[in-house]
């Protein structure tokens, strides 16, 4: 990049704290939000009216739920290059959890409707509402090899750990199997928290103890304590990794792999998606469980 210009779209839990750190490592960021209450937390962010107003960033960013979401809000950035393509070599960055095989798709239309003078790059993240914050995410990128080390610099203003998987895909492909790893053993985690205090056991003794031998995990630090306290007040939405695990699915079929675990947890986090639980913390899956159990005892805080 040159003039590190930089368009994003999407200034949510995650997306404003990315932005803002953008911002302080010093590019000119410009962005747009359905709601205008994210800028005033973003001083440094110019706001742009409409996403098609991006159109001569040097890369836009989208940090939205998921693919359709960004194909709608994109629909008048695409119609604009289609009267004036932008200049070669912009970059479309989709840094939310999507379909890889999808991406792939966008990223032909983006193709045509600049002429050929705009590709899609997939960036996927892991690490959190607290990793978005401390610009320590996990960045795992799907992009020919010229345009990663163009935009290098700029993921690594939101991460630490930034990798190029592969072409366009690899990126989506990588977080779907961090999803299936994430939640299979949040859902174990939880699973282990009900048993345990059901068979009158401490359950923060029990992830203490856990922690310190093979079963610990950076997913055990980070979700442990939410699980034994209960709290499911949100830090992203549950209902998000039902989506996420659709992707392994989808690409386990695409590949001839077996996903054992991957379609039992889709099964458990369809079930959390009827309780009417989605809208909390992936911890709230320990409140699944309860509710499957014999005799429900778990409660939630944020209930």
């Known amino acids: 990049m040159t003039g590190k210009h930089v368009g994003f779209v999407g200034l949510g839990l995650m997306g404003a704290p990315m932005t803002a750190n953008i911002a302080k490592a010093g590019w000119v960021v410009s962005g747009w939000n359905r709601s205008e209450k994210a800028f005033k937390d973003l001083p440094t962010v110019q706001r742009a009216a409409t996403v098609a107003d991006l159109r001569d960033q040097e890369a836009i960013i989208f940090m939205l739920p998921d693919l359709p979401y960004i194909e709608e809000a994109a629909e008048g950035l695409l119609e604009s290059w289609r009267g004036a393509p932008p200049k070669p070599g912009t970059a479309v960055v989709i840094m939310s959890s999507v379909s890889p095989t999808a991406v792939r798709q966008f990223g032909e239309t983006v193709h045509q409707a600049s002429s050929g003078n705009a590709i899609v790059m997939d960036a996927p993240v892991s690490g959190g509402t607290a990793g978005a914050r401390e610009g320590t995410l996990a960045i795992m990128v799907g992009a020919d090899e010229p345009h990663f080390e163009a935009l290098k610099p700029l993921f690594e203003?939101?991460?630490?750990?930034?990798?190029?998987?592969?072409?366009?895909?690899?990126?989506?492909?990588?977080?779907?199997?961090n999803q299936l790893i994430v939640g299979t053993t949040t859902a174990a985690l939880a699973e282990a928290a009900e048993l345990a205090e059901r068979s009158g056991m401490d359950v923060d003794a029990l992830f203490e103890v856990l922690s310190g031998g093979l079963a610990g995990s950076r997913v055990l630090d980070n979700v442990g304590p939410r699980l034994a306290a209960k709290d499911y007040a949100p830090t992203g939405p549950a209902k998000f990794m039902h989506k996420d695990l659709g992707f392994v699915l989808d690409s386990a079929e695409a590949a001839g792999s077996a996903v054992p675990l991957a379609t039992a947890a889709i099964g458990l986090y369809a079930e959390l998606g009827r309780q009417g639980l989605g809208d909390q913390d992936l911890a709230v899956v320990r409140q699944t469980i309860a509710n499957l159990s014999q005799t429900p005892t778990a409660t939630s805080s944020s209930n």
Do not use: D, E, F, I
């Open 157 to 177: 203003a939101m991460g630490t750990t930034v990798r190029r998987m592969g072409p366009l895909g690899s990126g989506s492909l990588a977080k779907a199997c």
